[in-house]
Structure formats: structure tokens, C-alpha cells
């Protein structure tokens, strides 16, 4: 396993990460996901994340079991806050009040003294900037938070949150947690230069598109049995059209050329980014993440890298 900085920071975290988005507490059972966990671990996977909206706390209540027999200080824990914790007008977004209860209830469930990174899930027009950033600021203070991070912000939102965040001497946030795969490259334009700018990193969510860049989907097959595709989960059928399925059919030759498989030449496709810090992927079972680890230290060559990009225009 390489591993990387996080952002401008010292934080060293393994090029993959494991994230526990639509698998841990509910889709996968509990042994399994802590089995996956292990495997992660015994790989050299440093980082793991989740959140305390997935499946309403459960997510975070399984990787605190699976992580209780590591030691702490031996890996880089996530979670975030922002979503519907419940019904009140309070139990959402990032007001003060939302981020330090939640911030609270997610260290107990993971039974754990602090995280590592805290992110914002999402960008809360509702509340200034500055509550926000100043309660994050706080729990780092408390030593309940080491680094601060955001998810699916603007480039804008990004830039005014660091301005205010210098302005009033509060602690910076270093990573940004965006969507981005082969088919996904919203981040490039504006996301990838602006963070370069102001020292943070990407963890990013969905490299294999849910999937679909890890060659399961067939075109013109029906959808394997137990797939993330026979699920409740509609965000992946934007990904399964015959259009996507006739690239992943050339993207895995070009795989097949290299000798590795598609997901991991979909990875190292990712990890060419010097601004990503780490991809994280989801598993429900412990092969997965062995092949998906071996992803980790592939440097795609230029002719690869045009071949793709051919592929992808």
C-alpha cells in the first residue's frame, strides 16, 4: 500500500480508503462488513470512513466494533454531518447546535475519544459560514476533531470558507470529499485548481461508478443477482446506459493489455491525480477489497492515459 498526504498536511492516508456509503448497518450484515474492515486493515488501508447518516447511525455503530481491536493511533477515522438525524427543524444541517450534538453522538457510536477528519456532508445555505466554521473550530479545540473537511462544496463555497476561516484565525479546512470516476470529472474544471490553491486534498467517492467501472454490468445482460443495481439505490442508473457499458467494454481491454483488471485500471486512473489523496471504495465482502488494493502504486504510462481519454471523449 503507497500512501499520501492530505492535502497540505502532515496526515500520511493509504491511497485507498474504505468507506462504508450503502454497505455497513443495514445492505451488508455486521460480520461480513467487520470481516471487510479486518481485511482493509491487514492490507495496509489506514483511512476509513463514514457518517452518521448512513442508515441513520448504524454504519458508524458497525465500524466502531470492527475498529475496537486496532490500534487507535494506527488509523485515520471520518465521519460527517449535515443530513436529517430526525424529524425537528434541528436535527439537520450545520447550526451549531446540529454539529455539536451530532459531533458528540457519533463519537459515542463509534466509541471512540475523537475523529480525525469531520466533514460538513454537504453546504448548509441556511446557516452562515461562520457558525459553522466556528463550532467546527471549537471541536478541534476540544480535541474531538483533528481535521476538517466538506463534501460536494462549490469551488466558491470552498475559497469563502477558507477567506473567513483565515479572517478570523479558525482552523482551516485541508480535504474535500467530491464525486469523481471515469465518467464523473466534474471536479477538474474548477474543484482540482482551487483546492491546489489553498493546500486541500481529495478523497473521492464512487471511483468505480457505483460499480459499473468494476465490469460487473454486462450490456444487453440482466443486472447480477444481489448487485448494488437490484437494490433501492437509483443513483447508479445514470451509469448503466448502453453508453457507459460500450466504454467499459474498451476499458477493460485496455486493462486486459496491462495485465490488471478494470477497477483497478479505473483507480490508478484516479490516483494520476496529484491532488487526490486517497479513493475510497466501498466492499461488501473482503475480495473486494483485495483487488481493489492492487490498484495502489499502478502508474499509467502516457500512451494508457491518451488511449483512455480517446475511450472517454
Known amino acids: 500500500m503507497h500512501y499520501r498526504r492530505l492535502g497540505n498536511t502532515g496526515l500520511k492516508v493509504s491511497e485507498i480508503s474504505l468507506g462504508s456509503w ?30 452518521n447518516v448512513y442508515m441513520q447511525g448504524e454504519a458508524e455503530k458497525v465500524v466502531g466494533e470492527a475498529i475496537k481491536s486496532f490500534n487507535r493511533d494506527s488509523i485515520v477515522l471520518a465521519t460527517k454531518v449535515f443530513w436529517p438525524m430526525g424529524e425537528g427543524p434541528n436535527d439537520r444541517g450545520l447550526s451549531r447546535k446540529h454539529i455539536m450534538e451530532q459531533a458528540n453522538a457519533s463519537l459515542k457510536r463509534l466509541n471512540v475519544d475523537y475523529v480525525d477528519i469531520y466533514y460538513a456532508h454537504r453546504f448548509d445555505p441556511e446557516t452562515p459560514l461562520e457558525e459553522t466554521l466556528r463550532a467546527f473550530d471549537d471541536l478541534v479545540r476540544q480535541g474531538k476533531v483533528l481535521y476538517l473537511g466538506v463534501s460536494e462544496w462549490t469551488a466558491e463555497q470552498i475559497s469563502e470558507a477558507v477567506h473567513i476561516a483565515d479572517k478570523k484565525l479558525l482552523d482551516r479546512i485541508v480535504v474535500n470529499q467530491p464525486q469523481y470516476n471515469m465518467f464523473h470529472r466534474v471536479i477538474e474544471n474548477e474543484i482540482i485548481p482551487v483546492s491546489k490553491k489553498h493546500g486541500i486534498g481529495q478523497v473521492v467517492w464512487s471511483p468505480l461508478a457505483q460499480g459499473v467501472l ?38 477493460t481491454n485496455v486493462a486486459n493489455e496491462l495485465g490488471i483488471s478494470i477497477s483497478q485500471l479505473a483507480i490508478a486512473w484516479i490516483l494520476r491525480q496529484p491532488n487526490v ?26 500512451g494508457t492515459l491518451e488511449k483512455i481519454e480517446k475511450i472517454l471523449q
Request: proline share 3%; hydrophobic share 30%.
Open 22 to 51: 450503502l454497505t455497513y448497518g443495514g445492505y451488508v450484515d455486521s460480520n461480513p462488513a467487520i470481516k471487510t474492515i479486518h481485511r482493509a486493515y491487514d492490507l495496509g488501508i489506514n483511512f476509513f470512513d463514514t457518517a
Open 214 to 251: 468494476a465490469g460487473k454490468y454486462k450490456k444487453g445482460e440482466s443486472l447480477p443477482e444481489g448487485s448494488r443495481a437490484t437494490t433501492n439505490n437509483t443513483s447508479i442508473n445514470k451509469f448503466l446506459t448502453d453508453e457507459h457499458l460500450t466504454k467499459v467494454e474498451q476499458l
Open 277 to 302: 489523496s486517497s479513493a475510497l471504495v466501498g466492499a461488501s465482502r473482503p475480495e473486494q477489497i483485495e483487488e481493489n488494493v492492487k490498484a495502489s502504486g499502478i502508474v499509467l504510462d502516457e
